[in-house]
């Protein structure tokens, strides 16, 4: 039922899914572009019809009450950030405790223009020791799945370039929201 929900959707909106379904079974997903609220109804139908669970970070206190089921059954995962431990921390520690996740990250970490994309995203592969997987939106063509992995090496520069690379010819919803594809740590 999710599925044909799920394919109706896209179709009802004209988007496609593109691309296979990760061989990975654990990684961390960069959901770019995100410069619209859509972006993650359109990363879930899209995950759905390409047969990919996706699992996304929320903070812990949109788990409460009957919206925390909600969360839950479509791949939220709580994060205390008031703690002392850190988010890079607490989800390496989760894909590493998983047999099998697919974890969503905005690298934007919010879908206003940032001048940066934030680093958590290649800390929490690294640490976790699993690929990144060039997960995409492109309003421009209505097309989104997934692209190659990319295994950390640590030389973040190199890394990037090759995402950068990827991401050149994606589109967001609001291309004016879209930021230059640059960490903090490379400034």
């Not at 047999?99 to 970490?109: D, S, Y």
Request: charged letters at 25%; aromatic letters at 12%.
């Amino acid at each position: 039922m999710t599925r044909f929900v799920a394919k109706l959707f896209l179709r009802a909106t004209g988007w496609e899914p593109e691309g296979e379904k990760p061989a990975a079974r654990r990684y961390v997903l960069i959901a770019a572009p995100h410069t619209s609220n859509w972006d993650l109804a359109y990363l879930l139908a899209l995950s759905v019809a390409l047969d990919v669970k996706v699992s996304f970070m929320a903070k812990h206190t949109l788990f409460r009450g009957p919206m925390g089921w909600v969360m839950r059954r479509v791949g939220g995962i709580p994060v205390r950030r008031h703690r002392r431990e850190n988010a890079v921390d607490q989800m390496a520690r989760v894909l590493n405790e998983s047999e099998a996740l697919c974890l969503a990250v905005p690298a934007e970490a919010t879908r206003s223009y940032v001048p940066y994309w934030k680093s958590g995203f290649y800390h929490i592969a690294r640490s976790a020791h699993v690929p990144i997987v060039m997960g995409y939106l492109d309003y421009a063509r209505k097309r989104g799945g997934f692209g190659p992995e990319l295994i950390p090496t640590g030389d973040l520069s190199e890394d990037m370039e090759e995402v950068r690379s990827f991401y050149a010819d994606k589109v967001g919803k609001y291309p004016g929201r879209f930021g230059e594809i640059r960490l903090k740590e490379e400034m």
